[in-house]
Nanobody
Framework: QVQLVESGGGLVPPGGSLRLSCAVSGRIFSNLAMGWFRQTPGKEREFVAAISGFGDRTTYVDSVKGRFTIGRELAKNTLFLQMESLKPEDTAVYYC?????????????????WGQGTQVTVSS
């Protein structure tokens, strides 16, 4: 079993930055592909970014490329999402997710483990 706990959300003005963290426990963190997704009311959960099980590959949705960075802090068993140049359309509840494989995926169904979510609001 894998437990995920997100933190770091909040209110930030347009152009600002936030760093989301996801504390992982229960499995070997470094072997699992992990991802960040986001969801707004009335919409499907949307893929944001993913990292492969050994951290050698990352991928992003086009709308966040060049602004967001996904990474791992192995010593802390933590996944992070560094978000820069935030826009109002980035407002959502952000979820971290863990796969059971090393290969990353952009599909919600490939991630059996989810955190509770953290709210990010970009507004002046």
């Amino acid at each position: 079993q894998v437990q995920l706990v997100e933190s770091g959300g909040g209110l930030v003005p347009p152009g600002g930055s936030l760093r989301l963290s996801c504390a992982v426990s229960g499995r070997i963190f470094s072997n699992l592909a992990m991802g960040w997704f986001r969801q707004t009311p009335g919409k499907e959960r949307e893929f944001v970014a993913a990292i492969s099980g050994f951290g050698d590959r990352t991928t992003y949705v086009d709308s966040v490329k060049g602004r967001f960075t996904i990474g791992r802090e192995l010593a802390k068993n933590t996944l992070f999402l560094q978000m820069e140049s935030l826009k109002p359309e980035d407002t959502a509840v952000y979820y971290c997710a863990a796969s059971q494989r090393a290969t990353w995926s952009a599909e919600v169904d490939e991630y059996p483990y989810w955190g509770q979510g953290t709210q990010v609001t970009v507004s002046s």
